[in-house]
């Protein structure tokens, strides 16, 4: 077979066609070919096509292990992915960080780049001091280490921030944070790698908040909030694009567990066995086009109740969660059928011991 | 009554095209004339381009078992044809069948190495010794 060339040479934008279909992983290979490849692997017009091609249904898992009560040192992170088939749950290399920082949770994931924290324990210190936040491309390996922002010193020790992270809209090129302490709301763009104040619109009059699960949806931020005055739970909207944030009450009655999901392209909360979402209310004439409406998607028969909850939906079931003993184990259930899945495989490591976080993931060529 | 379009080839060879298969593409579509000169493209190549149209044109659903093998037929070619049916796809404006045809190569490409893809694409230079060692990086 000797060295059949092609006289014919495509067009870039032919060539991007053809980029757009192959998995991240051969673009990565072919970025090491030469200078033209590597920078057309970080053409955002190919990175914009390819992702809106990508398929969407991937999501990642953390787990930890390793907690050791005794000395009660941090736990171990560790990270998977869920992808096409439920029996397919990789396992995937974390950044190594300089420093001695371990992995604590995702503060969001979206369009393929993935923001964690890490944490370097020390005693005595607040937060924001030990913590680092990383955006992170787990499937080009890409990662790096944000500017901190600078937050407000009178507040106790303990008191946690609230972040967030997501792209506003379509454009693969721009991300945001938003870090929310107290009163003080400030957002971070890609564009100007810095932290800037913003007025924090519609944010509730309440002294400290803090959002703990979280969801992102069309450019939106939720988190499932509770406040200084433990007055119950509701949920916190952020919109990147506008920089406005919304109280969503929950309906009164229920007992609503912290735990957000996104169900069927809805923001949807859980109350012992139900899953009810939430959808705008077009029908309200007080003219507030915010007002929203839960209603009850489905209920699910635990076996055991006391061990068993919601932890998760992915490609339109829900992944239950069961405490065993020393470690928790997941399986799939289907809310049409009421079926149950096997026991997903679970971790590895020796002294696993549960599951943390599952989010919504795909896989992009997008810059970190 | 339907027209009939005329599509002349760099080899100076002209097919007859129906309406409905002809207006598959928006070059032509948006076209004044009904008679169309595709530069750069032989004969041979535009003929093909025509077979996949007066297919397309006379098949009604599109998501039809017998058309996608039809279809998966017609893309089953050599790499050099492949390029030239894109090229010329691309220049008539022809959406689906540009579709078709990058998906193919990107098929063919996921299947190969990274040697393979450096005959492919002669308008890059590649280093070969570079190439391997990188490959045993992992990447």
């Given at each position: ?167 506003s809209d379509d454009n693969t090129d721009d991300y945001k944070l938003v870090n929310i302490f107290h009163k003080q709301v400030q957002v971070f763009t890609r564009s100007t790698n810095s932290w800037r104040e913003v007025e924090g619109k519609g944010y509730p009059s309440c002294k400290y908040c803090y959002g703990d699960f979280w969801v992102s949806l069309k450019g939106v931020l939720y988190w499932s909030a509770r406040t200084d005055r433990s007055k119950g739970r509701f949920v916190l909207s952020f919109n990147l694009r506008d920089e ?125 | ?139």
């Amino acid at each position: 077979m000797g060295t059949k060339r092609s006289c014919y040479s495509l067009g870039e934008d032919l060539i991007v066609e053809i980029l757009s279909r192959l998995p991240v992983k051969s673009l990565m290979r072919f970025s090491c070919v030469s200078k033209e490849w590597y920078s057309l692997t970080r053409n955002s017009y190919l990175i914009n096509i390819h992702l809106h091609r990508a398929d969407s249904n991937l999501s990642l898992l953390t787990h930890e292990y390793d907690r050791d009560k005794r000395f009660n040192t941090d736990p171990k992170f560790g990270i998977s992915m869920l992808g096409d088939e439920a029996a397919d749950l990789v396992s995937i290399d974390l950044p190594i960080l300089s420093n001695s920082s371990k992995f604590t949770n995702i503060v969001g994931s979206s369009n393929g780049l993935v923001c964690l924290v890490a944490r370097v324990k020390k005693k005595r210190r607040k937060f924001m001091d030990s913590a680092e936040i990383i955006i992170w491309n787990p499937v080009t390996k890409q990662f790096r280490s944000l500017p901190k922002p600078v937050l407000e010193e009178n507040f106790h020790r303990f008191d946690r921030p609230t972040l967030g992270f997501g792209f506003s809209d379509d454009n693969t090129d721009d991300y945001k944070l938003v870090n929310i302490f107290h009163k003080q709301v400030q957002v971070f763009t890609r564009s100007t790698n810095s932290w800037r104040e913003v007025e924090g619109k519609g944010y509730p009059s309440c002294k400290y908040c803090y959002g703990d699960f979280w969801v992102s949806l069309k450019g939106v931020l939720y988190w499932s909030a509770r406040t200084d005055r433990s007055k119950g739970r509701f949920v916190l909207s952020f919109n990147l694009r506008d920089e406005v944030f919304h109280v969503i009450q929950l309906p009164s009655g229920n007992y609503w567990y912290s735990r957000l999901l996104l169900w069927k392209n809805s923001l949807a909360i859980v109350s012992r066995n139900q899953v009810w979402a939430a959808k705008t209310d077009d029908s309200d004439e007080s003219g507030d086009n915010n007002k929203i409406v839960w209603t009850k998607q489905f209920s699910i028969d635990f076996s055991i109740s006391r061990c068993e909850e919601v932890f998760g939906i992915w490609k339109d079931q829900v992944l239950i969660r069961r405490h065993i003993s020393r470690y928790d184990r997941l399986y799939l259930y289907d809310p049409i059928t009421k079926e149950r899945g096997k026991l997903l495989r679970k971790p590895d490591e020796k002294n696993y011991y549960g599951y943390g976080q599952l989010v919504n993931y795909v896989e992009s060529l997008a810059l970190v | 009554m339907s027209r009939v379009f005329k599509l002349k080839s760099s080899d100076n060879e002209t097919f007859e095209v129906e309406e409905a298969a002809a207006l598959l593409s928006e070059t032509i579509k948006s076209s004044s004339s009904t008679e169309i000169t595709v530069p750069n493209v032989k004969a041979e190549i535009l003929g093909k381009v025509v077979e996949w149209c007066n297919k397309h044109a006379e098949s009604e659903d599109t998501k039809d078992q017998l058309i996608k093998e039809w279809d998966a037929e017609f893309v089953s070619v050599d790499q050099h044809v492949l390029f030239k049916l894109i090229t010329a796809a691309d220049y008539l404006q022809i959406k689906e069948l540009v579709d078709q045809l990058t998906q193919r190569v990107g098929d063919m490409i996921k299947a190969k190495t990274l040697k393979t893809v450096e005959m492919t694409y002669p308008t890059f230079n590649v280093e070969r010794e570079v190439q391997e060692e990188l490959k045993s990086l992992g990447f």
